[in-house]
């Protein structure tokens, strides 16, 4: 059995790290801070952060094959130039829906970027229910919607045979599952216990097992989707985990974001690792590359 290690890489904090991806061409890790409206990369070489500053709360970043990345932040998809800091607004979405913003996202083995919305909260715990959706960008700049009357869109990824997709909605506490080509319907694949609280972002690995980041759980869980059963736990040293990603130069290494939003002065206290980027080796399993948006 692997001996697992935790260790903390990126001690700038975030507010809401979220939505973490490993680009092999730049040996680096990019990330958003969705609360502070930045997109970060940080350098595994050289240790260094660099961040780009956006208009609107970002959700998701992704990789382009072109280079460069396409976001979703506020209600629109766009495509950052990291050397030049630039934005340009591909899609404007969800006009009508003023309190809404896009969440996590990721590109389809075929290229395609799905992004799923949420609306904020009114106030602290509050939030309109069924007001998000889930929509993919097509390399053509077309957008569908793919799912709708959804609360919290969040963690999505598909199984190594491209035929099944996964998709977290966190105000319903589990893992759903999808036919992949026609969506003819959708099960329950995991039920969170109560101490895993609600799952955020999500991965899968090498060997086709998923791994669910536990917003205030604390934690990130490993399921079989094959049983529906989570055969792993590996506890962090902050409560709330909100997504991770794998990576390294062989993808041995899995990222877990983190953030310090959400918590009182006294919980601060108790976490003083709240809101930093951890790195977790020894779990004895790989995860894959991520696939890049084609346009």
Request: net charge negative; aromatic share 10%; with cysteine.
């Amino acid at each position: 059995m692997c001996s697992i290690k935790i260790e903390s890489v990126v001690k700038e904090k975030n507010r809401m790290g979220e939505c973490p991806v490993w680009e092999e061409r730049e040996n680096a890790l990019v990330y958003v801070d969705i609360n502070s409206q930045k997109v970060c990369r940080w350098n595994s070489v050289t240790n260094e952060v660099h961040s780009v500053s956006v208009d609107a709360r970002v959700g998701s970043v992704a990789l382009r094959k072109c280079g460069g990345y396409v976001i979703a932040l506020g209600t629109r998809f766009a495509f950052l130039n990291w050397e030049m800091e630039s934005v340009t607004t591909i899609a404007e979405l969800e006009q009508d829906k003023p309190n809404n913003r896009f969440n996590d996202g990721k590109v389809d083995p075929k290229g395609r970027f799905f992004a799923g919305t949420m609306a904020e909260e009114t106030e602290p715990g509050v939030r309109a229910r069924c007001q998000g959706a889930l929509y993919t960008l097509f390399p053509d700049y077309s957008v569908v919607k793919q799912l709708d009357q959804v609360d919290i869109s969040n963690g999505l990824d598909w199984s190594l045979d491209h035929r099944t997709f996964f998709h977290i909605d966190s105000l319903a506490y589990a893992v759903h599952a999808f036919d992949y080509d026609v969506h003819t319907g959708k099960i329950v694949l995991y039920q969170l216990e109560k101490e895993e609280q609600m799952p955020d972002g999500m991965c899968i690995d090498a060997e086709g097992k998923l791994w669910v980041a536990c917003i205030d759980g604390g934690r990130v869980i490993r399921i079989d989707p094959e049983t529906g059963k989570r055969i792993q736990t590996v506890k962090l040293p902050a409560s709330r985990i909100t997504s991770c990603c794998f990576g390294g130069k062989d993808y041995s290494e899995m990222y877990v974001t983190s953030a310090y939003d959400g918590l009182d002065k006294a919980a601060l206290a108790k976490e003083p690792r709240a809101g930093e980027i951890f790195k977790i080796t020894g779990l004895g399993v790989k995860g894959i590359p991520q696939y890049s948006y084609v346009a």
